[in-house]
C-alpha cells in the first residue's frame, strides 16, 4: 500500500478491527503491520477503532511516511510519545497526592516501587537494585518529599532510572503488561504475594494506566484486556482466632498485669467491637459512662499511623473519618456494664491527655515513664507488645501456637460474632460495627469458641431415640 525499500516509506498492511468480549467490557483492537513489525491499539468502542483505522487507510493511500517503531505517520503519533513510565507514574502520584489517605499514599508508593524496577528497557539492571527501591518509594512516589532534593545517595539511582524506564507507549503491549503483573504477584524474594496484596497493587497499576486514558494517551486502559485470573481470596473469619468468654477474661486480667493502663483500650475492642484505630481515637467526651447500666460511645473518627512521610501533619499518625463515612459522619455503640466500669475506672487512675484522649503514650524509651501532658496517641508497636505478652501467659501452648486471639482486632472479631449468637439482629449488628449487612454476615457471621460442643449436645439430645 506504500513504496518499498525505502525505510521511510516501509510496507503497510492493514488488518481487519477484532472484537474482544472480557470480564469488564467489549473492547476493539484494529491490528496493523509496518515493515514487519506488527502494532495494535486497543479502543472501547467499534467507532473510535473505525475511525483510527480509516486514517491509517488514508495516510497509507497518500503514500505518508511511516515509523517502524510506532506504526504511525508523523501526524498520528501518539501524544504520550517521549514520556516513559516512571515520569508518568510520578504525574500520576501529584494527581493522587491531596485526596488520598496517609495509608493509600503509601500503598500506592509501594506498588508503583515494584512496577517501575522492572518496567526498564530490555537489558537493562540496576547496579544497586535496593538502593534504587529506597529512592522510588521515599521521594519519587511521594509528592510531598519532592518538594525538596533528592537525597544524595539516590541521586545516581535516579537518574539511571531515569534514562532507562520504559516508554509509557510500551504499555500497550500485553508481554509488558503481563511483567508488571508478575511483579505486583511476589514478595522481592519471589514467591507469591498474599492474594489481597496482589490485588491492591494491581487496582494502583489500573489506575495509573486509567489515569493515561483520562490525559489521552490511551484509547482504553490496554490492562483491561489482560486475561488475567483474581486471586482466590476468602472473606469468611476464620473462626479459629475468637475466643470464648472466659478466654477473654482472662486475656483482659494479663493485660492489666502487664500495664494496667491499656486494660481499657482492649476492653472496648471486646465488649463495644471497637476497630483499634477507633480506639486510639476514643475521647472522655465521647462516652456516657452511667454509674451503673449500659453506657454508650460516640465515634466521630479513627486515628491511622501510617509514618510521617505520608501524613499531612507531618506527624506519625493521623485523624481519619470513621471507614466508609464522610469526615463529620459518627457512630453511636452501646458500652456494656463491664465495659462502663472499666472506662471509669481507667479515667479514675490514669486521666486523660491531651485533648481529652483515653489512650496515650505514658511511657518512652526502654519503659522509662513520660511526664504529663500526653499528647501522643497510644502506639500500635506498645498494644501489640503488651497482647503478645498477655497471650502467652494465658494460653496454653498449643493455644499460643493457633490462630487464636493472634492479634488485638480479633477481640472485635469475637464481640461481633458474640452479639449476632445472641440473637441481635444482624442489621442492628451491622449498624454498631460501621459494616453493611451483607459484610457482616459474610465476614462476621460466625461461632465463638466452645459453641460447637453445645450444638453437638443439642443434636445428640435431638437424635436419642424414643423410649
Sequence with gaps: MSPQGDSEFPDIRIQGIRKYRGARGVTYTVRWVVGGSPHQRTFSTFKLAEAFRSKLHIAAGAGAAFSVDTGLQ??????????????????????????????????????????????????????????????????????????????????????????????????????????????????????????????????????????????????????????????????????????????????????????????????????????????????????????????????????????????????????QALKHRSAKDTRIVPAHPELVRTLRRHIEQFGVGVQGRLFVTRTGKAGVPLSPPYSNPLSMGTAYRVWSRARAATLTPEQLASPLARRPYDLRHACLSTWLNAGVPATQVAEWAGHSVNVLLKVYAKCIDGQDEAAKQRIEQALKPLE
Design 74 to 319: 508523523k501526524a498520528l503519533v501518539a501524544p504520550s510519545a517521549g514520556i516513559t513510565w516512571y515520569s508518568h507514574a510520578c504525574e500520576f502520584i501529584d494527581h493522587k497526592w491531596a485526596h488520598a489517605s496517609p495509608r493509600h499514599r503509601k500503598a500506592l508508593a509501594e506498588a508503583l516501587t515494584d512496577l517501575t524496577v522492572v518496567l526498564l528497557e530490555p537489558g537493562s539492571r540496576p547496579r544497586d537494585l535496593v538502593a534504587l527501591r529506597r529512592v522510588l518509594f521515599s521521594w519519587s512516589f511521594n509528592s510531598s518529599a519532592r518538594t525538596q532534593e533528592a537525597p544524595k545517595e539516590g541521586e545516581t539511582a535516579l537518574r539511571w532510572v531515569q534514562g532507562h524506564s520504559l516508554p509509557l507507549e510500551r504499555l500497550r503491549e500485553a508481554r509488558t503488561l503481563r511483567t508488571g503483573l508478575d511483579a505486583i504477584s511476589r514478595k522481592q524474594d519471589g514467591s507469591l504475594a498474599a492474594a489481597a496484596t496482589t490485588q491492591r497493587k494491581r487496582s494502583a497499576f489500573f489506575s495509573v494506566l486509567q489515569f493515561a486514558v483520562e490525559l489521552e494517551y490511551f484509547e482504553a486502559n490496554p490492562l483491561a484486556k489482560i486475561s488475567w485470573k483474581r486471586p482466590p481470596t476468602t472473606h469468611t473469619l476464620d473462626r479459629r482466632v475468637v475466643v470464648n468468654i472466659d478466654q477473654a477474661h482472662a486475656l483482659l486480667a494479663a493485660v492489666s498485669d502487664q500495664m494496667p493502663a491499656v486494660e481499657a483500650f482492649f476492653a472496648c475492642l471486646y465488649f463495644a467491637g471497637l476497630r483499634p484505630a477507633e480506639a486510639v481515637n476514643l475521647r472522655a467526651a465521647d462516652c456516657a459512662l452511667p454509674e451503673a447500666g449500659w453506657g454508650e460511645l460516640v465515634l466521630s473518627g479513627s486515628y491511622q499511623i501510617s509514618g510521617a512521610a505520608w501524613t499531612r501533619s507531618g506527624e506519625s499518625g493521623d485523624e
